[in-house]
């Protein structure tokens, strides 16, 4: 089968020509008229037609018995390990897990004076004629009091793991005490949350600095990372540019110095899209292997949470603590041992790495080059690479929409008589027309899921990972007519969204890791998709894509340590 993904073409709405169109698709009169037009523009009406003959398939978990996954299990002494190691990059030097740990060990700074300095920099960053908007909610006295304990516990020599005293900011779809959770709206969180959501909580009791909450694309239905009711988050290497959604501010963070890790969740692309556009490390782990206990629950069988990070040391390092099975979430039961087994090797011998060759190249001419050279660098490290074939690319694309929008509009349900007008305008019309979306086409979705699922089964069969660009373009700039309600625009979403929707409907582990700049300077992210449960091989490529790929340090960043 050839390669059959499509291009979205639509004109771009914002401002006065978003409303009217929001009008027209709430109106009883107008609403159904204007949804058969966008529904054929998206797919969906070809999507009805299409016959498939597997059965429906409603979460994407893998029994780890049936295909080839890591086994060697993460001890705390691997994990520190990892974290005394420097991590060896080209250019710009981020602060890591590593820089933090030598520094309080050493006693040139402390929790305390970091977390001093976090808070003005926090300030600073939100202030300016540009702000930041990574964080939108701190409680000073929270992140103090967390810094004293943590100090105390060094002076004492007892710090709880390689992560005390570590920040880390969380993205505001997570439960975190004493926070609201309000998923990137006005609405929701109208109480404090009371527990932790068990990534959050697993951070906290290794010690890290939990800084407060980062901006989202509003409850993640986009991909630019916008947010018109919290402030446009911006790109920290270009602030005119979009950050890339949904996990916006926790990217924004890492990439501005704020932390070396935050929390992100991923239903779309929403670690890895942001994760390219800022330059930093996202990934996103196989569904099911890290809990969604205290995650506002927003597309339940596409959900993923998992670590945005400087490095990819950092990212195994916050993976390998927040991953595991969790009680209170049946989904998380029967996975795997937690592994991060050979992040410390420098080369790629014996990894075969598929490249399906027109879906690697659909892509801008600045995106396809740098990834392309990357994929040479991987040669140099002894990597082999494999044609593979992946066919239904276009049928994997609307299943996901289908699946993702459906599930979206369910959730908000409870809340569109109350609050629906609330809403950015840009999410109003996503909900209009998910609300209209019928049972057949959301089976026909979950069919479509289990033969995209044999098919990624079968391209395994001959390679360790599959490799793409992580998006189409580099980070859009910001359009002053979408600052107060948003936008829509079909045919940028599709460039951002092409290469990451596929993990998220087929529940394999993805990660995204920096491969260059194009030529304005703008960070180029290049993806590389697992098997289901073997993070470590992808670990391990985004650890040695930094020996190739030279870092350049953000317009607005940070420096905590100096």
């Not at 498939?52 to 060697?72: S, W």
């Not at 951070?203 to 919290?230: C, D, F, Q, S, Y």
């Not at 949470?305 to 009680?327: E, F, K, M, N, V």
């Not at 985004?542 to 940070?558: D, L, N, Q, S």
Request: charged share 20%; proline share 7%; aromatic share 6%.
């Amino acid at each position: 089968m050839s390669y059959d993904l499509k291009p979205l073409h639509a004109p771009r709405l914002a401002g006065g020509s978003l409303r009217l169109v929001v009008w027209l698709l709430e109106s009883r009169v107008f609403g159904g008229l204007l949804r058969s037009v966008l529904y054929r523009k998206v797919g969906i009406t070809s999507f009805r037609g299409k016959l498939v003959d597997e059965p429906p398939t409603l979460r994407p978990f893998v029994d780890p018995d049936q295909i080839q996954c890591a086994v060697v299990s993460v001890s705390a002494a691997s994990i520190e390990t990892v974290a005394l190691t420097p991590t060896r990059r080209r250019g710009f030097q981020p602060p890591t897990i590593h820089d933090f740990l030598h520094a309080y060990r050493n006693g040139t700074t402390d929790p305390e004076q970091v977390a001093h300095k976090l808070i003005d920099a926090i300030s600073d960053s939100n202030s300016s004629k540009l702000p930041l908007r990574a964080i939108i909610q701190l409680d000073p006295g929270d992140l103090m009091r967390q810094a004293r304990e943590s100090a105390l516990r060094w002076r004492s020599g007892s710090p709880l793991s390689v992560m005390d005293g570590v920040p880390v900011a969380v993205k505001d779809e997570l439960d975190q005490v004493p926070y609201p959770t309000r998923a990137g709206t006005t609405f929701l969180g109208e109480s404090i949350a009371t527990r932790d959501a068990t990534a959050v909580a697993r951070l906290r009791a290794a010690g890290a600095l939990l800084i407060g909450k980062a901006n989202m694309h509003e409850i993640g239905i986009g991909v630019t990372g916008h947010n018109p009711h919290h402030g446009a988050a911006r790109n920290p290497h270009d602030p005119s540019r979009h950050t890339g959604g949904s996990s916006s501010g926790s990217a924004a963070a890492v990439a501005a110095g704020l932390c070396p890790v935050a929390l992100g969740a991923d239903g779309g692309g929403s670690i890895r899209i942001p994760a390219a556009f800022c330059g930093v490390v996202g990934l996103k782990p196989t569904f099911g292997r890290v809990s969604e206990q205290g995650a506002f629950p927003l597309c339940w069988s596409l959900a993923h949470i998992g670590p945005i990070a400087s490095t990819a040391r950092d990212a195994a390092i916050t993976y390998a603590l927040i991953a595991g099975q969790d009680p209170a979430a049946p989904g998380t039961r029967g996975q795997p041992p937690v592994s991060i087994d050979g992040i410390d090797r420098c080369d790629l011998k014996g990894v075969r790495l598929g490249v399906f060759d027109p879906w690697f190249r659909d892509a801008s001419p600045e995106v396809s080059e740098c990834c392309s050279r990357m994929l040479e660098r991987f040669q140099e490290a002894g990597a082999e690479i494999v044609p593979v074939v992946i066919d239904d690319l276009e049928f994997i694309r609307v299943a996901h929409l289908v699946s993702i929008v459906s599930e979206m509009a369910q959730s908000m349900s409870r809340y569109h008589k109350d609050h629906g007008k609330d809403f950015s305008h840009d999410t109003r019309m996503n909900l209009a027309l998910a609300r209209h979306l019928t049972s057949s086409d959301y089976i026909q979705a979950q069919r479509v899921r289990t033969r995209a699922m044999a098919i990624f089964r079968r391209a395994f069969e001959n390679v360790d990972a599959i490799l793409t660009p992580t998006t189409g373009c580099t980070a859009p700039r910001i359009q002053s007519d979408a600052m107060r309600g948003g936008e829509s625009d079909l045919a940028l979403l599709s460039e951002i969204m092409r290469f990451v929707v596929a993990g998220n409907l087929t529940g394999l582990p993805a990660i995204s890791f920096p491969a260059g700049h194009d030529p304005a300077g703008l960070p180029v992210g290049m993806q590389a998709i697992g098997r289901w449960w073997d993070e470590p091989v992808l670990l391990r490529i985004a650890a040695v894509a930094e020996h190739f790929a030279e870092r350049r340090k953000p317009a607005i960043h940070y420096s905590l340590l100096d």
